[in-house]
């Protein structure tokens, strides 16, 4: 692997370009010097030097992406990549601070150290998939409990802000709407909580009669229980 180029004296910076350089290297197979590297975790796990914590995540960030995306049962947690990711670094980091207090670590392996990363990855993972497993089994949204949820989407933004479950839904109503009809109709009937009677009354020149409101209204709610991604959303809906 050479000898090594990177001492305590080099700056973190510095430090990180050389790891990122030589870790590369070493991914592609290639010879590499591991002392940059081995060098930045112990700044980052001995010394808790944020700087160098950062780099590391940084630097490693799809690295750990790539074994989370690659993992067999990921698609199966409906969980983000992103979150997962941050769970492994953590449960990486807490781990080996804990044994550097008790037993001391060795920080004397790029592999090891990286091969350790990716058990805290799959891990992560196994657990999410875990607690998916666990999760009651739930029904697909019926018409009325559609409608239902869709009129209660005001007083539901008021009580748990703009990315509760309800309003994630009313977005994707709004995206799916096809003409200015189903737009005044949904805005009156979801937005404002009006009947189609009053729908009509306020744009007698859109509605000839109210059972024309009544059908548009169905029809969006036709369209949003043939959607998949709706359906998902009945999954986060308490």
Known sequence: MGSPICTRSLATEALALRCYQESQKYLDGESYDESCCLELFRRALRDEQEAAWRAIYVQFFHLLRRWV??????????????????????????????????????????PRLLQYLKSCVYSAVEDAWRRQQRQPPRSEFTVDELADVLEDDQSARQMHGQFSPTAILHQAMTERLNSAEEEVVARLSWQYGLAPRQVREHHPEMFPTVQRVYDLKKNILDRLLRDPYIQNLRKLIP
């Open 69 to 110: 995306y690659g993992h067999p049962r990921f698609h199966s947690t409906e969980e983000e990549g992103a979150y997962l990711i941050n769970i492994a670094f953590s449960r990486f980091w807490h781990s080996l601070v804990k044994q550097r207090e008790t037993e001391g670590v060795a920080l004397d392996s790029l």
